[in-house]
């Protein structure tokens, strides 16, 4: 079983719309959540930390759900330059991060 | 501010040939990884260091080696290349354990 795992998509959505990725993870002693961007043929840059209580940075929203063993990303008001891979990354207590394949989202005019 | 900085960009490779993928850091950060990067698939980790002198196998190791005898450098060495190990290289670093990691631009790899 990978130890993280996303739907590929791609997502297409209009500008404005509100887009949701969810994201699972296998160990469920890890510590660390993140989602990071990637734009095509660039390296990942950290979006944002996910944390237990869940945390909103403007129009971006991430949540984790331990028991069922999930974070989410929510993008409101989706802008042109959202169109990127977005990568879920779980960290357990030995200094490693685990990567998904990454979710991909497309945002039409 | 450099931040973390990979050579070279891009590289072909005959199969057999060994090279090293440079990459160095200016923000004293004490953990470094490599990661190669498949077309459509995640980032896989081949070795990781929390320090100088220091450094352990990720999940795909074979075929590379590394070294950290400072805290700025951790160069991967491929000793015999093969098609296989075609991919994005992505060199990385970390202040402390289970904090945001800030990539290098890439070594985009092929292997005839």
């Known amino acids: 079983r990978k130890e993280v795992e996303q739907d590929p998509g791609p997502f297409n959505v209009p500008e404005g719309a509100t887009v949701a990725f969810n994201c699972t993870y296998s160990?469920?002693?890890?510590?660390?959540f993140f989602w990071y961007r990637q734009d095509c043929r660039k390296e990942p840059k950290l979006l944002m930390s996910v944390y237990s209580s869940g945390n909103e940075d403007g129009r971006f929203t991430a949540q984790l759900n331990r028991a069922s063993q999930y974070i989410s990303l929510l993008i409101r008001d989706s802008k042109l330059s959202d169109s990127a891979t977005y990568l879920c990354?779980?960290?357990?207590?030995?200094?490693?991060?685990?990567f998904g394949s990454g979710t991909k989202l497309n945002v039409k005019p | 501010n450099a931040g973390v900085t990979q050579t070279p960009k891009f590289r072909i490779l005959k199969i057999g040939q060994s090279m090293t993928l440079q990459c160095t850091q200016d923000?004293?950060?004490?953990?470094m990884y490599w990661y190669r990067q498949d077309p459509g698939m995640g980032l896989k980790l081949i070795y990781y260091?929390?320090?100088?002198?220091?450094?352990d196998k990720g999940e795909v190791p074979n075929g590379y080696n590394v070294s950290r005898s400072t805290t700025e450098d951790f160069p991967l060495r491929l000793e015999l290349a093969a098609p296989s190990q075609t991919s994005v290289y992505f060199c990385?670093?970390?202040?402390?354990?289970?904090?945001?990691?800030?990539f290098g631009q890439g070594t985009r790899l092929t292997v005839v």
């Open positions: 923000m004293n950060h004490n953990y």
């Open positions: 990385a670093s970390s202040p402390g354990h289970n904090t945001e990691a800030f």
């Open positions: 160990n469920s002693a890890s510590q660390s």
């Open positions: 990354v779980v960290s357990p207590n030995f200094n490693k991060f685990y």
């Open positions: 260091s929390v320090g100088a002198g220091i450094t």
